[in-house]
């Protein structure tokens, strides 16, 4: 069984109060992050029709502060399925509401494993493509699993030698006395 991208789109949009803010007055990423796994769980549950846990986040950057006052809208897709994982990609906006200014605030994407009542892993549905952008979206995800997989190999306590790396770090700041 296949399913679109676009039956388990997500988007959901919330007011920002002063109640979420950090010591500098913005949005804390906290809670930010917190409302991104709740949407990424949607989608991924919605995709698999089963329940869904947090398996990985990777890379989270905020590019832009939300103020209080401004509606966020996080809008989720499934970008990528594997057996039992899914690759929720999250696109996260801030809009002014009394200018209609809007800001990129941060995009992540969501590793989700179904699970049963057990806990224990079971297959998701297949992704149908329809468009170049969802294909691009899978094949970015393909690179990111596969970048990982080379780093945590090139990182393996087998594969590690301080000497391969000593002189390249010369130009960091970093003084290393091993």
Same mark, same amino acid.
């Given at each position: 069984?296949?399913?679109? @991208?676009?039956?388990?789109? =997500?988007? =959901? $949009? /919330?007011? *920002?109060?002063?109640?979420?803010?950090?010591?500098?007055? %913005?949005?804390?990423?906290?809670?930010?992050? &917190?409302?991104?796994? /709740?949407?990424?769980?949607? #989608? +991924? $549950?919605?995709? &698999? /029709?089963? !329940? #869904?846990?947090? +398996?990985?986040?990777?890379?989270?950057?905020?590019?832009?502060?939300?103020?209080?006052?401004?509606?966020?809208?996080?809008?989720?897709? @499934?970008? !990528?399925?594997?057996?039992?994982? *899914?690759?929720?990609?999250?696109?996260?906006?801030?809009?002014? =509401?009394?200018?209609?200014?809007?800001?990129?605030?941060?995009? $992540?994407?969501?590793?989700?494993?179904?699970?049963?009542?057990?806990?224990?892993?079971?297959? @998701?549905?297949?992704?149908? =493509?329809?468009?170049?952008?969802?294909? %691009?979206?899978?094949?970015? +995800?393909?690179?990111?699993?596969? +970048?990982?997989?080379?780093?945590?190999?090139?990182?393996?306590?087998?594969?590690?030698?301080?000497?391969? !790396?000593?002189?390249?770090?010369?130009? !960091?700041?970093?003084?290393? %006395?091993?």
């Amino acid at each position: 069984m296949f399913k679109s @991208v676009k039956s388990s789109r =997500i988007e =959901i $949009s /919330q007011l *920002m109060l002063p109640s979420n803010t950090n010591f500098g007055g %913005k949005i804390h990423g906290g809670y930010i992050l &917190s409302l991104m796994d /709740q949407i990424a769980f949607s #989608c +991924a $549950s919605k995709h &698999s /029709q089963s !329940y #869904c846990v947090t +398996a990985s986040v990777d890379k989270v950057n905020f590019l832009n502060p939300i103020e209080v006052g401004e509606l966020v809208t996080m809008k989720a897709s @499934v970008n !990528y399925v594997g057996n039992s994982s *899914m690759v929720v990609g999250i696109r996260v906006e801030s809009e002014n =509401i009394r200018t209609g200014k809007k800001k990129h605030c941060n995009s $992540s994407y969501f590793t989700m494993v179904a699970v049963d009542e057990s806990g224990n892993t079971v297959e @998701v549905p297949g992704l149908k =493509i329809t468009n170049e952008e969802e294909l %691009k979206r899978f094949l970015k +995800a393909i690179k990111r699993n596969e +970048a990982n997989k080379m780093r945590k190999l090139e990182f393996s306590e087998e594969n590690f030698s301080v000497e391969d !790396y000593k002189e390249s770090l010369k130009s !960091y700041r970093v003084d290393i %006395k091993l």
